[in-house]
């Protein structure tokens, strides 16, 4: 067990100075991929949040939320929904939906009065090592994690919905019944649009470098496909159909199984068809907070989430937030120093649970929010080193998160991803499935950061058949045993702090849940010791927070919230408008 305790040695503090370099690189990096609206500018009305009197779905992208409604319209329950949208958008939105990817689910049953968070996210390969992202002199070597075949994961998406399916769903469909509308969407193609219009001619080079994935996502001269182009995935389709005549077993074994064995090894990567036949999801405790009389329903580890979500709630209860104009530097400052915070304690203390055993117990208690909150300043700003309560025991781009709520008031929130957007761009050839680069988001060598500047230590080096640390953040806030709030988001580092939000400007200022999804969003994570922002706070408000001392820079990078509010006479549902082609969707 890990203890908390105060002293710093100047050895710690050297090591992490080290990594402000790299993680200032790494966050700009991230940031740099997302310029418009998906990466900080915010939409000039509000629309109003979509209404339902029964259930809702609310996702990235239209066509596959529209096809989980139509499974509640069906009297599927917020499960069978959730797994029909997760199939769905693996075949309409490549970026960040997916078959070769992981993620983690939290589901809330009304019946049952329980709720359940489901881990299916990536494992290392058995081949793996904890110096497998080292150069030749050492030091880390992006290109490996980020670049390369090394960086991909073992995938649990298709394990994890199929036992989301067996385990919480109604009953009324099989897993065929679930995956025929998302077979015949790649079969039959679809029209390019939206967000994946805007997105993929800027990742086409990148996706061109592997011949498969280029004769998928090209035109015939080779350029990339355009928006108004149709998109068919003949292989995607009979990948999805295995899984339907044979379950998950169709994936992870036989013919596709060594399809995609065959795709990582030819490419450099080190997956086997054993490390796939292996590949187990989990069931988990999710973890538990309150915050001003309701209750947070968050993921566990391996998930950073729920841990940073939940000590950051903590922190905040002990100020009057309402006192404070919403959006005021005041408000802000402090959401800034609670973020900081728990992303401190994210570097040094968590990984995946079957290696490291954190300190949650201490992490999530209100005592230990106590003491945290008595070295905030109201007027000045906490300097990165003395945020650092304790010794060191020695996160992609893109990610996609749904929303769904039944008529019965079930409801699941779900995060998955491939990492960056379009993964690392490999489909492996006959399987019409891309791949992730999940594993950069273990920690190359103690005090360095991955892609979204997020600095790791021991805790979160990679090893055989372990899970990287993710910050991703399906989250479901109740009072008095109801769902009242299902949210999350994409983004790498930027999820938890927008899900913070999210809750924050719902509980504390009572704003419309669309109104809270389209709010300006900042950042801190600790290391780099910087404040993003998105465009529309005022400049007032800016200055005032740099008047505080926080370093303030912009974009923020990608987030998408899509979020549903759920009221006594009926459903709210609030796609993300930084996301063009989002969608609530009622039954």
Sequence with gaps: MVRLSPPRSRSVLRLVCCSVVTALLGLVGAGAQAQDIRGGAMPAAVAPAVAGARGMVVAQERLAATIGRDVLAKGGNAVDAAVATGFALAVTYPRAGNLGGGGFMVIHRVKENDDIALDYRETAPAAATRNMFLGPDGKPDNAKSRDSALGIGVPGTVAGLALALQ??????????????????????????????????????????????????????????????????????????????????????????????????????????????????????????????????????????????????????????????????????????????????????????????????????????????????????????????????????????????????????????????????????????????????????????????????????????????????????????????????????SRIISTTLQVIVDVLDYNMDIAAAVAAPRLHHQWLPDEVRIEHGFPEAVIAALRAKGHVVVAPLGQTSANSIFVAKDGVRGAPDPRTRGAAAVAE
Excluded: C
């Design 167 to 492: 385990k919480y769903g109604s009953g009324k469909f099989t897993l065929a019944d679930i995956l025929q509308p998302a077979i015949a969407l790649a079969r039959d193609g679809f029209v390019i649009a939206d967000d994946t219009a805007d997105t993929l001619p800027d990742w086409h080079k990148r996706l061109a470098r592997w011949p498969a994935t280029q004769k998928i996502f090209s035109r015939a001269d080779g350029t990339s496909l355009q928006g108004g182009d149709k998109l068919v995935q003949h292989d995607l389709a009979a990948t999805l159909g295995a899984i339907a005549d044979q379950g998950p077993n169709g994936f992870y074994q036989g013919e596709v199984a060594e399809k995609l064995a065959r795709g990582i090894s030819d490419a450099g990567g080190i997956i086997t068809p054993a490390d796939l036949k292996a590949y187990q999801p989990v069931l988990r405790a999710p973890l538990r907070g309150t915050y001003r009389g309701y209750d947070i329903v968050a993921m566990p580890l391996p998930s950073s989430g729920g841990t940073v979500l939940i000590e950051s709630l903590n922190i905040l209860e002990g100020f009057q937030l309402r006192e404070l104009p919403q959006g005021s530097a005041a408000s802000l400052h402090l959401l800034i120093e609670a973020m900081k915070r728990g992303y401190a304690d994210r570097a040094r203390y968590l990984g995946d649970p079957a290696f490291v055993d954190a300190p949650l117990a201490a992490l999530l208690s209100k005592d230990y929010a106590t003491k945290q909150r008595a070295g905030i300043d109201p007027d000045r700003a906490t300097p990165w080193t003395d945020a650092l309560p304790a010794l060191p025991p020695r996160e992609g781009e893109n990610t996609t998160h749904y929303s769904v709520v039944d008529a019965d008031g079930n409801a699941v929130s779900n995060t998955y991803t491939l990492n960056f957007s379009y993964g690392l761009g490999l489909v492996a050839d006959g399987t019409g499935v891309l791949l992730n680069n999940e594993l950069d988001d273990f920690t190359a060598a103690p005090g360095a950061s991955n892609a979204f500047g997020l600095v790791g230590f021991e805790a979160n080096l990679p090893g055989p058949g372990k899970r990287p640390l993710s910050s991703m953040s399906p989250t479901l806030v109740l009072k008095n045993g109801r769902v009242v709030l299902v949210t999350g988001s994409p983004g790498g």
